[in-house]
């Protein structure tokens, strides 16, 4: 399947987005985009990783902000076989509160392009859309109080403070992104 890793020039993509918060109906990469970047994240409604992980997944996108980093979610699972993840339910979930964008991935070709095998399952780039890190939030998205580790907010700040980051790549540690058959 391929995918992005660290060091490679990532996709664009224009996709719908649930969230009626931001007003765009169809958002880019490039809109996406901050000063420094931005952060794209694969996600979903319904795994329990991702479920365990919200509050930090929407602080980690308010420490974006505070960083010119853009932020993004994508939600590139089946909607016919998971309906908790369909375009209606991402809306659901996006009124109740989500500080970015959340975008739909309906054909999965974005997350076919991107190499995204996990929910949540974050993407790094800096401003010139080249990944600086692949991987997971820490080390424990279900339970926050058994994190030992931090990578993603660590490579935040190595980027923003112009180093490179000690861990580049991570596995993401969440449910598999649910392929259309």
Known sequence: MGGLEPG??????????AN??????IISLDEIMDENG?????ECNHCPYVVGSIERINNIAKVASEKKLGFVGINSNDAINYPDDSFEA???RASRG????????????????WGAERTPEFYLINSNKI??????MDDSPKNPMNATTSEL?????ALISGEK????????????VKWKV
């Open 8 to 17: 490679d020039k990532s996709f664009n993509f224009e996709l719908k987005n």
């Open 20 to 25: 009626i918060t931001n007003n765009n109906l």
């Open 38 to 42: 931005a952060i794209v994240l694969f």
């Open 90 to 92: 991402m809306q659901k």
């Open 98 to 113: 989500m500080p970015y964008p959340y975008l739909h991935d309906e054909d999965q070709e974005v997350a076919k392009e």
């Open 131 to 136: 990944v600086v890190y692949r991987g997971r």
């Open 153 to 157: 907010l660590d490579a935040i700040n």
């Open 165 to 176: 980051s000690s861990i580049s790549r991570t596995e993401s540690i969440g449910c598999s």
